[in-house]
C-alpha cells in the first residue's frame, strides 16, 4: 500500500459526495456489496422475526423481552465459545462460510419446509391459551414462546444475523484489510451503498406481503410471502459468498490494495495467540475495549426500551402478519431514505470533525427524541382530545411519533455511529481485532438488547406475580423512563473517555 499512501486530492463536490479515486473502485465496490447483501437479508430477517412473534398466537410486543434476554444471549454466549475456536483452526475465508451457511440454510428451510407444517409442529393456539389462563401472569409471556417454538428459533437466527454476521464478520473482515486513511472515506461509502438495501428491501417486503391479495381459497397468505422473502434471503446469501470469494482472488492479491506478506488468516504456521478466557480477561480489564463495549451496550439498551414499546402500539393497529410486515417493510423503506441523506452528511462529519464530534451525535439523538416518545406514552390521555378534532387518536399518534423518531435515531447510528466504533477497532492489535471484537460486538451487543430485554421482562414478571391480568410494556412505562435517561447519560460519558484514548493512539501512531 506505499504507493497508495498519500492523501487524495478531490475537488469540493467529489471530496462530499465521492472520495473514492477511481483505481480504488475494485477494492471499495465489493466490500460494498457484500455490506449490501448482509444488510439487506438483516432488514428482510428483522422485519420477518417481530412480524411473526408479536402477531402469533396468544403472543405480543411483549415476548420481544423475553426473548432477546433468555434465549438470544445464551444463544450469543454459545456462538461466541464456538467462534474464537473455530478461528483457531480455520482460515479466515473458511470460516467466513462456515459462519455463513447455517444461517442461509436454515432460513431456506423455514420458508420451504418448516413453516409449511406448523399444524404438526406446534400446538394448538387452543394449547397454548389454557396454559396461559392456568398459570401465574408472571409466566404468561414466556408460555407464548414455547407454544411458537419455531418462531422463536427465527427470532434467534436472526438476530444473530446482525450480531455475527454484519456487526462481526463483516466489519472484522473490512478492518482487516483497511488501513485509518481509507476507512475515513471507504466506510462512509459502504453505508451509502448499504442504506440503499433498505429501500430494496423494504420495497419487496411490502410487495410480497401483499401477494396474497388474489390467491385461491385455502392458501395461507402469509405462507406464500414467506416463500418469496426466504428465497430471496437465501439467494443474497450465496452471492454474498461469491463477492467475498472473489475479493480474497482479485483484490487481496493486489499489492495496491493489501501489501501484507499473506492474505488475512492464510497462515497455517503456529502463532502464539492469547487464549480465549485470557482474551476475556484482557477486554474486561483493558479500559480501551471496556469502552468500546460501553458503546455497544448502551446503545442496545436504549433503543431496545423505545422499541419495545413502538412495537407494542403497532400491533394495535397492524393485526395480521401480513399487515404488520408490511408496515415493518414501509418502516424500513423510509429508514433506508433518511439514512441516504444522513450518510452524505455523517460522512463529511467523520472526514471533517474529530471523532468525538461523529460519535457523540447518536447518543444526544437518542436522549432527545427517545425522552419526547416517553413522554407522549406517558401523558398521551391529556391530548386525546386534541388528536380527535384533527381525525386522529394517540395509538395512531404514537406510532407515527415512535417510527419517526426511531427512524431519525438509527439512520445516524448506522453512519456515525457504526462507522466511528469501527474505527476505534483499527489501532488494536490482529489478535484482538479478532478475539476483543467477538466478545465486544456479539456478546456486548446482545448483553445490551439482553440488558433492555431483562429489565422489561423482570419488570413484568414481577408485577405479573400480583397482578390479575398479563402486565403490558404500557404499564411500566414509567420505570422505563429513567431507567433509559440513566443509559443515556452513561452512554455520552463512555464517549468521551473512548474519544480520549483514540486521540492518544493516533497521536503515537502520527495518522489522522
Same mark, same amino acid.
Given at each position: 500500500?506505499?504507493?497508495?499512501?498519500?492523501?487524495?486530492?478531490?475537488?469540493?463536490?467529489?471530496?462530499?459526495?465521492?472520495?473514492?479515486?477511481?483505481?480504488?473502485?475494485?477494492?471499495?465496490?465489493? /466490500?460494498?456489496? *457484500?455490506? +449490501?447483501?448482509?444488510?439487506?437479508?438483516?432488514?428482510?430477517?428483522?422485519?420477518?422475526?417481530?412480524?411473526?412473534? #408479536?402477531?402469533?398466537?396468544?403472543?405480543?410486543?411483549?415476548?420481544?423481552?423475553?426473548?432477546?434476554?433468555?434465549?438470544?444471549?445464551?444463544?450469543?454466549?454459545?456462538?461466541?465459545?464456538?467462534?474464537?475456536?473455530?478461528?483457531?483452526?480455520?482460515?479466515?475465508?473458511?470460516? =467466513?462460510?462456515?459462519?455463513? %451457511?447455517?444461517?442461509?440454510?436454515?432460513?431456506?428451510? +423455514?420458508?420451504?419446509?418448516?413453516?409449511?407444517?406448523?399444524?404438526?409442529?406446534?400446538?394448538?393456539?387452543?394449547?397454548?391459551?389454557?396454559?396461559?389462563?392456568?398459570?401465574?401472569?408472571?409466566?404468561?409471556?414466556?408460555?407464548?414462546?414455547?407454544?411458537?417454538?419455531?418462531?422463536?428459533?427465527?427470532?434467534?437466527?436472526?438476530?444473530?444475523?446482525?450480531?455475527?454476521?454484519?456487526?462481526?464478520?463483516?466489519?472484522?473482515?473490512?478492518?482487516?484489510?483497511?488501513? /485509518?486513511?481509507?476507512?475515513?472515506?471507504?466506510?462512509? =461509502?459502504?453505508?451509502?451503498?448499504?442504506?440503499?438495501?433498505?429501500?430494496?428491501?423494504?420495497?419487496?417486503?411490502?410487495?410480497?406481503?401483499?401477494?396474497?391479495?388474489?390467491?385461491?381459497?385455502?392458501?395461507?397468505?402469509?405462507?406464500?410471502?414467506?416463500?418469496?422473502?426466504?428465497? /430471496?434471503?437465501?439467494?443474497?446469501?450465496? @452471492?454474498?459468498?461469491?463477492?467475498?470469494?472473489?475479493?480474497?482472488?482479485?483484490?487481496?492479491?493486489?499489492?495496491?490494495?493489501?501489501?501484507?506478506?499473506?492474505?488475512?488468516?492464510?497462515?497455517?504456521?503456529?502463532?502464539?495467540?492469547?487464549?480465549?478466557?485470557?482474551?476475556?480477561?484482557?477486554?474486561?480489564?483493558?479500559?480501551?475495549?471496556?469502552? *468500546?463495549? &460501553?458503546?455497544?451496550?448502551?446503545?442496545?439498551? &436504549?433503543?431496545?426500551?423505545?422499541?419495545?414499546?413502538?412495537?407494542?402500539?403497532?400491533?394495535?393497529?397492524?393485526?395480521?402478519?401480513?399487515?404488520?410486515?408490511?408496515?415493518?417493510?414501509?418502516?424500513? =423503506?423510509?429508514?433506508?431514505?433518511?439514512?441516504?441523506?444522513? @450518510? *452524505?452528511?455523517?460522512?463529511?462529519?467523520?472526514?471533517?470533525?474529530?471523532?468525538?464530534?461523529?460519535?457523540?451525535?447518536?447518543?444526544?439523538?437518542?436522549?432527545?427524541?427517545? %425522552?419526547?416518545?416517553?413522554? =407522549?406514552?406517558?401523558?398521551?390521555?391529556?391530548? &386525546?382530545?386534541?388528536?380527535?378534532?384533527?381525525?386522529?387518536?394517540?395509538?395512531?399518534?404514537?406510532?407515527?411519533?415512535?417510527?419517526?423518531?426511531?427512524?431519525?435515531?438509527?439512520?445516524?447510528?448506522?453512519?456515525?455511529?457504526?462507522?466511528?466504533?469501527?474505527?476505534?477497532?483499527?489501532?488494536?492489535?490482529?489478535?484482538?481485532?479478532?478475539?476483543?471484537?467477538?466478545?465486544?460486538?456479539?456478546?456486548?451487543?446482545?448483553?445490551?438488547?439482553?440488558?433492555?430485554?431483562?429489565?422489561?421482562?423482570?419488570?413484568?414478571?414481577?408485577?405479573?406475580?400480583?397482578?390479575?391480568?398479563?402486565?403490558?410494556?404500557?404499564?411500566?412505562?414509567?420505570?422505563?423512563?429513567?431507567?433509559?435517561?440513566?443509559?443515556?447519560?452513561?452512554?455520552?460519558?463512555?464517549?468521551?473517555?473512548?474519544?480520549?484514548?483514540?486521540?492518544?493512539?493516533?497521536? #503515537?501512531?502520527?495518522?489522522?
Amino acid at each position: 500500500m506505499a504507493t497508495t499512501e498519500q492523501q487524495p486530492n478531490f475537488g469540493k463536490l467529489r471530496r462530499i459526495f465521492f472520495p473514492i479515486q477511481t483505481y480504488e473502485l475494485k477494492k471499495a465496490l465489493p /466490500m460494498s456489496f *457484500i455490506f +449490501f447483501l448482509v444488510l439487506f437479508n438483516y432488514t428482510c430477517l428483522r422485519n420477518i422475526k417481530d412480524s411473526l412473534i #408479536v402477531t402469533a398466537p396468544n403472543s405480543g410486543a411483549e415476548v420481544l423481552s423475553f426473548l432477546k434476554g433468555y434465549c438470544v444471549m445464551p444463544s450469543a454466549v454459545l456462538f461466541m465459545l464456538i467462534y474464537a475456536k473455530a478461528s483457531d483452526i480455520l482460515s479466515n475465508e473458511k470460516l =467466513f462460510y462456515a459462519t455463513l %451457511s447455517p444461517f442461509i440454510l436454515f432460513f431456506g428451510a +423455514f420458508g420451504f419446509i418448516i413453516y409449511p407444517n406448523l399444524d404438526i409442529l406446534h400446538p394448538a393456539a387452543e394449547t397454548i391459551a389454557n396454559w396461559q389462563a392456568n398459570c401465574s401472569k408472571a409466566l404468561y409471556w414466556p408460555l407464548a414462546i414455547v407454544g411458537n417454538w419455531s418462531y422463536a428459533i427465527f427470532f434467534v437466527l436472526a438476530e444473530l444475523w446482525g450480531s455475527t454476521i454484519l456487526s462481526l464478520s463483516f466489519w472484522q473482515f473490512a478492518n482487516q484489510i483497511c488501513k /485509518m486513511s481509507e476507512a475515513k472515506r471507504f466506510y462512509a =461509502f459502504f453505508g451509502l451503498i448499504g442504506q440503499l438495501s433498505l429501500l430494496l428491501a423494504g420495497t419487496l417486503g411490502e410487495r410480497f406481503s401483499k401477494v396474497p391479495a388474489n390467491l385461491p381459497e385455502g392458501v395461507d397468505p402469509w405462507g406464500v410471502s414467506l416463500h418469496w422473502l426466504m428465497g /430471496m434471503v437465501f439467494i443474497a446469501g450465496v @452471492v454474498t459468498m461469491l463477492i467475498y470469494r472473489w475479493i480474497y482472488t482479485h483484490v487481496l492479491t493486489d499489492k495496491r490494495f493489501y501489501d501484507k506478506p499473506e492474505l488475512p488468516g492464510v497462515s497455517r504456521k503456529k502463532k502464539a495467540k492469547v487464549g480465549f478466557w485470557q482474551s476475556i480477561k484482557i477486554m474486561a480489564t483493558s479500559p480501551y475495549l471496556a469502552l *468500546i463495549a &460501553s458503546l455497544v451496550i448502551c446503545y442496545g439498551i &436504549s433503543i431496545n426500551l423505545v422499541e419495545g414499546l413502538w412495537k407494542g402500539q403497532v400491533k394495535l393497529i397492524y393485526t395480521g402478519t401480513n399487515e404488520f410486515n408490511a408496515f415493518m417493510a414501509r418502516y424500513s =423503506f423510509y429508514t433506508g431514505a433518511v439514512s441516504l441523506v444522513v @450518510v *452524505i452528511i455523517g460522512g463529511n462529519i467523520l472526514r471533517i470533525f474529530r471523532w468525538f464530534t461523529a460519535a457523540i451525535i447518536t447518543p444526544l439523538m437518542m436522549a432527545v427524541a427517545g %425522552s419526547m416518545f416517553f413522554a =407522549f406514552i406517558l401523558f398521551r390521555d391529556r391530548f &386525546s382530545d386534541a388528536l380527535e378534532s384533527i381525525g386522529s387518536n394517540p395509538v395512531s399518534c404514537a406510532v407515527v411519533l415512535g417510527m419517526t423518531i426511531i427512524i431519525l435515531t438509527k439512520a445516524t447510528k448506522y453512519v456515525l455511529f457504526d462507522c466511528t466504533k469501527e474505527m476505534a477497532y483499527i489501532p488494536l492489535d490482529e489478535e484482538m481485532k479478532v478475539k476483543g471484537k467477538v466478545i465486544v460486538e456479539v456478546v456486548g451487543g446482545r448483553l445490551g438488547k439482553a440488558g433492555g430485554a431483562w429489565i422489561q421482562s423482570g419488570l413484568m414478571m414481577i408485577i405479573g406475580l400480583f397482578s390479575a391480568s398479563a402486565v403490558k410494556l404500557t404499564d411500566i412505562a414509567p420505570y422505563l423512563f429513567g431507567i433509559f435517561l440513566v443509559i443515556c447519560a452513561l452512554w455520552m460519558f463512555a464517549v468521551k473517555g473512548l474519544s480520549k484514548r483514540i486521540e492518544e493512539v493516533v497521536k #503515537v501512531q502520527g495518522t489522522k
